[in-house]
Every structure is written in C-alpha cells, then in structure tokens.
C-alpha cells in the first residue's frame, strides 16, 4: 500500500488492519493482541496517516533512536503506553525499531459491558502522543501480565466464558493505567508545577491585557495549545496537582480578576463582565453568585 498525500486511510476491521500489516488473520474478529515485532512490512508502503475504527492500546519498548513521545520528560526506560479511541487521526512518521504489543479492541467488543459506557471515563484516550504513559519495571511486569492472560485466553478454545474473561483484563489494564498515569503526574511535579506556573501567567496575561474583551472567555482548548499539551490532559495533571481540573482554574482566575476589577474601578458591572470576555452580563453575575455566594454588585458594596 502506498501512502496517499493527504488521504487518511479507514481501516474498518481489525481484520483488515492485520492484513495491510502483513499479518495472519485474527484469533477473533473483533479483538487482537499483535507482537510488534511480527510486523515485517516496510514502513515506506503504509498510509501516511490513517483512522482506526476501534481502540487501540499500545506498549513499546525502544530499541533504537528516540521514539517521539519519549523525548520530554522520560521518567523510566522500560517503555511507554499510547491509548487511542476510535476515529482518532494517527500517523506514521517515527523512525525508530522497537518491541511491543498492540491491543486492539473494536467497541462492539465490549458494547454489551458496562466498560463499553465507562471506557470513555478514561481520560488518556484522549491524550497526545507525547503524553504516553511511561512505565517503571515494576508497572511493566503487571502491564505485559495482563497482556498474557489476554493472549493466552484468545489462543484457548472459544467457551461462554471467554468474552467475560477478556473484558474483565481489559479492564483490569485500564484501571492499572490509570493508577500509572496518577503517579507519572506526581514523579513529574517539576515538570507539572513548571507548566501550573506557565498557566497562572497565561490567565494573567490574558485577562490584564485585554484578550478576554476581543477574544472572549479563555477556553480550556485555547491553554491546552499554549502548554502544547491535549486538554484531557491539561485538566487530569491539573487535578492531581490542585484538585481543580483547567475549567476550574479559568473560573478561579476569572473570579479573582473580576473582584479586583469591582473594587478599584468604576466600571459597572456589565462593563466588568464584558472586560472578562462575557456576551452576556447575567451569565458572569451567575457565575460571581455560585463562586463567592454574593451578587457582583453586593460585592462592590462592601467595599462602601
């Protein structure tokens, strides 16, 4: 297959995916566990970037050159994890060997379980690719257990039970990743810290020199661009550190701002409001009200 400038390439089925890989068809047509390493196709004769049509959960371990994600902030050397969710645009542009594996979990997989609602309570999925999971020893030892107790259950005879006891894995993985991301945000405080500062002085800046009045409220996405990191991940790394995830912070930020405003300006309070960046006054007095339990104006008066 040669790669197509500009055309991302739909791969429908996991079946269809193992083929342009060059690798034998799937043990079950709608979930796969893949050896990195079993892949021999030349990257040349992959689509320049393509979307999958199911979930796909991916362990590597560098051999060679620097994988992208791993340039920043490599916390362990025993490889790193990518989440992605169905219908994301990915691409093939690292040039570097490793080992691995590849879950891949089409969604009609687990419809029919409470995971297939709750998969989407895990934020990574939704994370970039520089924002891999990196794992020490210890969490790679439980994470490729997992992936054996799935491998070995789909090269088992096919029973009643076997669904059951896939999805249950599957779920025990994302949980575990979950506990792993928590403690990679603590491992990079520094680095976490130095991007909350980065964050105080874009809400600062943004609200002192008239952003807010051109452009409107800051948007989570807008400082998620500015810290070149995803939003999802913006917010879970806010939490960890401060309990509040960004839309949390805007409003704090916000709020801050618009008391120092109603103290030592004249500005009315619809001029306050709109100097924030809000359309409408009533939303920024509702706003004020929930966060301080008093009215813009009532607060201006206890000043008086």
């Known amino acids: 297959m040669k790669k197509e400038e500009n055309v991302p390439y739909q791969f429908n089925s996991i079946s269809d995916l193992h083929r342009v890989l060059g690798l034998p068809k799937p043990l079950h047509p709608l979930v796969s566990l893949v050896d990195n390493s ?3 196709i030349d990257k040349d004769e992959l689509p320049g970037s393509f979307l999958l049509n199911f979930y796909k959960i991916s362990y590597k ?15 362990f050397d025993e490889g790193g994890m990518i989440f992605t969710s169905p219908n994301q645009l990915l691409a093939t542009t690292d040039d570097t060997e490793s080992l691995g594996l590849t879950l891949l979990i089409h969604p009609d997989f687990i419809r029919n379980y409470p995971l297939g609602k709750n998969i989407k309570n895990f934020g990574f999925f939704s994370y970039a690719v520089h924002e891999a999971l990196h794992l020490s020893e210890k969490e790679q030892s439980v994470i490729m257990g997992i992936f054996k107790n799935i491998g070995d259950e789909l090269q088992s005879t096919i029973d009643d039970f ?4 896939i999805v249950s894995q599957i779920e025990l993985l994302l949980n575990y990743s979950n506990r792993f991301y928590k403690r990679q945000f603590i491992t990079r ?10 964050l105080e002085t874009l809400l600062t800046d943004y609200f002192n020199n008239e952003s807010a009045l051109m452009k409107g409220l800051p948007t989570v996405q807008y400082l998620s661009e500015q810290l070149n990191v995803s939003p999802r991940y913006l917010s879970d790394m806010l939490r960890s550190l401060t309990g509040q995830n ?7 930020k916000l709020i801050e701002k618009a008391k120092e405003m109603l103290s030592v300006s004249n500005l009315s ?8 960046g809000f359309e409408h006054p009533q939303s920024f007095n509702k706003l004020f009200k929930r966060k301080t339990n008093l009215s813009p104006l009532a607060f201006r008066q206890s000043f008086n």
């Open 38 to 40: 079993q892949i021999v």
């Open 61 to 75: 371990k560098v051999l060679r050159g620097k994988i992208k994600y791993g340039q920043n902030y490599y916390d």
């Open 162 to 165: 076997s669904q059951d006891v």
């Open 189 to 198: 405080k520094a680095a976490s810290s130095d991007a909350l500062s980065k």
């Open 246 to 252: 960004a839309q949390q912070h805007i409003h704090n």
């Open 269 to 276: 309070v619809a001029e306050v409001a709109y100097q924030l």
